[in-house]
């Protein structure tokens, strides 16, 4: 779902559950070809094994320890590329990748890590990033060399791969010697000025603001925000919502209009033994009436039904809250009844319509 735009040809895209077949066979065909400098290629046995890795690289995301992605060129899986943060504290990182032997030579590598390497100075404001590889690895070294990395020195015998020892040539830049400042985030793009992205700690000023700008007006319907009194809070929020990207059992998206924050949209939760979910969204009152919302709404519902794989969506508003009921209704919701005193906002409780959406009847809807 959430794309890191590289060029018109290339895009990075975070791991998702839909393409493990197709990411299981791209490092299938290639073990041969990757396994000249990295034996991982090895542990990759069945689909199963990829979809633990997916898993994995999630948490990794939750932690902010590795950011992995999928290389796209023209349409078409290639390889990945991924930041591993080593310290966060002082800002150190390492840029890592692989591609397909049969589309090596037209520059994706290349174009790719100088985005991860953008993506790193100008979005997370990271001190230092390298790049190591095996010292007779020549194109993965001519990569480093080409995007201006500068020769650090050599890792004596760091590298243990089948039996054997090997160097590492390391090469490195620092934030102040890197020239690009094209500031781009992972996101999803719903129309020309909207997009979605997964709520990340570098957001946490973007969401704190638009909060503590509008609580008076967002209370009457989430309380929480009289939870976000102080950027801590905000950060203590954000970790836990990247926990539920990490355990792959729920998704909160901000939205940003012109790149500006102006709401969520979330799976606040979801069963993959029922494939069902429980969606929930606020927007901020200067945006809404202009269908920001429905527009974020119907993207999240594709992701749901097209890449989780859900059977059901829940959506549940307050009797009183028109704006977000019509949201569902206008969206082809089924209105399923009312739960008598079903939610708790303050000191009262309210009366709250039941929604839900069947993935049979959003595909009639988009066929």
């Given at each position: ?5 590289v060029d ?7 791991h ?8 299981y ?5 290639n073990?041969?070809?990757?396994g ?8 990759y ?12 690289v999630?948490?990794q ?9 999928q290389?796209?060129?023209k ?5 990945s590329?991924?930041l ?7 800002g150190?990182?390492?840029v890592?990748?692989w591609?397909?032997e049969a ?10 890590a100088?985005a991860?390497?953008?993506y ?11 790049i190591?590889a095996?010292?007779?690895n ?5 990569v ?11 890792q004596?015998q ?8 090997y160097?590492?040539s390391v ?9 690009d ?8 793009r ?17 969401i704190f603001?638009?909060v503590?700008?509008?609580?008076n007006?967002l209370r009457?319907w ?16 954000i970790?836990?919502?990247?926990q ?7 998704l ?9 924050f102006?709401?969520?949209?979330n799976f606040?939760s ?15 009152p200067?945006f809404?009436?202009?269908?920001i ?19 059901r969506i ?7 809250n028109?704006?977000?009921?019509a ?5 082809g919701?089924?209105h399923?009844?009312i739960?008598?005193r079903?939610?708790?906002i303050g000191?009262q ?5 039941v929604y839900a ?9 988009t066929?």
């Amino acid at each position: 779902m959430f794309v890191l735009p590289v060029d018109d040809e290339i895009e990075l895209r975070l791991h998702d559950m839909h393409n493990i077949e197709r990411f299981y066979s791209l490092i299938d065909r290639n073990r041969d070809f990757i396994g000249q400098w990295m034996e991982w290629a090895e542990n990759y046995k069945s689909v199963d094994d990829a979809y633990q890795y997916i898993l994995w690289v999630r948490e990794q995301f939750a932690q902010s320890e590795q950011i992995a992605t999928q290389i796209y060129y023209k349409g078409e899986m290639v390889g990945s590329v991924a930041l591993t943060i080593h310290d966060s504290v002082s800002g150190f990182a390492e840029v890592g990748y692989w591609l397909d032997e049969a589309y090596t030579g037209n520059g994706i590598i290349t174009r790719s890590a100088h985005a991860m390497t953008n993506y790193a100075f100008n979005i997370l404001k990271l001190h230092k990033v390298i790049i190591r590889a095996i010292s007779d690895n020549t194109p993965s070294i001519a990569v480093a060399k080409r995007l201006g990395y500068q020769f650090q020195g050599l890792q004596i015998q760091q590298r243990l791969l089948r039996g054997t020892y090997y160097d590492y040539s390391v090469h490195y830049m620092l934030r102040n010697m890197w020239t690009d400042t094209t500031s781009c985030d992972f996101q999803y793009r719903v129309t020309d000025n909207i997009v979605l992205r997964p709520i990340m700690k570098h957001h946490i000023q973007d969401i704190f603001k638009t909060v503590d700008s509008h609580r008076n007006q967002l209370r009457q319907w989430v309380d929480w925000v009289d939870g976000h009194h102080t950027l801590d809070d905000t950060k203590n929020y954000i970790v836990y919502s990247l926990q539920h990207y990490g355990d792959y059992d729920g998704l909160d998206c901000g939205i940003w209009v012109d790149d500006v924050f102006v709401g969520q949209v979330n799976f606040n939760s979801w069963s993959l033994r029922n494939y069902k979910a429980d969606l929930g969204y606020w927007l901020a009152p200067p945006f809404r009436g202009r269908g920001i919302m429905t527009h974020a709404v119907r993207a999240m519902i594709k992701y749901g039904f097209e890449v989780v794989g859900l059977h059901r969506i829940e959506l549940l508003c307050a009797l009183e809250n028109e704006k977000s009921c019509a949201i569902a209704e206008r969206l082809g919701f089924t209105h399923e009844g009312i739960m008598q005193r079903g939610e708790r906002i303050g000191n009262q409780y309210y009366d709250v319509n039941v929604y839900a959406l069947l993935k049979l009847d959003w595909q009639s809807q988009t066929l």
